[in-house]
């Protein structure tokens, strides 16, 4: 878990950037650890996760770096990293087989998420982002069981058991959750 001035120094990320997008005019949904916590999940240790649209990114580039915060480019081509001061948010357009749209932006929800009022992705979709980025190299279910235990409720389980059809590993997950009693069905 971060240290209460790294938590700190995340959230104050997280708002800044919100609020330039939101400025900009930019469509964008929290995601990721932070997306879980709005809906009462725990609190990430790491990041904050934005998904924005692949057309979007250049003004949202634009707008975070007229905003103050230092904008740069990891060698991966699905994400820009953006800093405020070393707190670090990452822009994602390309998630692993999960493309950012419009349509998934419209699903999210505004929610205050402290003190601010920004777009969070839904609890499907986020759960969704999560399963499937597992794989044969990263298949943390650990990590997992937190996430779903806090938002159960709020998730569309067949839904999500439709959209990961393919993938085995979150096909496996989600047996083992329901096995457990996990999924509140």
Known sequence: MAEDGDADALREA?????VELKRADIPFALAGGYAAFARGGPESDHDVDFYLRQEDVQAAENALDKGGLRVEYPPED?????????????LIHSPTDLK??????ERA???????????????????LSKLLALDEHYCDFASLFPVVRALREQIDWPRL???????PYAQAFLSLIAELGLTGQ
Do not use: C, F, I
Request: proline share 2%; net charge negative; hydrophobic share 45%.
């Open 14 to 18: 997280m708002k800044k950037v919100a």
């Open 78 to 90: 699905w994400l820009v990293k953006v800093y405020d001061g070393e707190a670090m948010v990452d």
């Open 100 to 105: 950012v749209t419009t349509e998934l932006l």
């Open 109 to 127: 929800d505004e929610l205050q998420v402290d003190s601010v009022e920004m777009p969070v992705l839904s609890a499907t979709d986020l759960m």
């Open 161 to 167: 058991g439709r959209e990961t059809s393919h993938n």
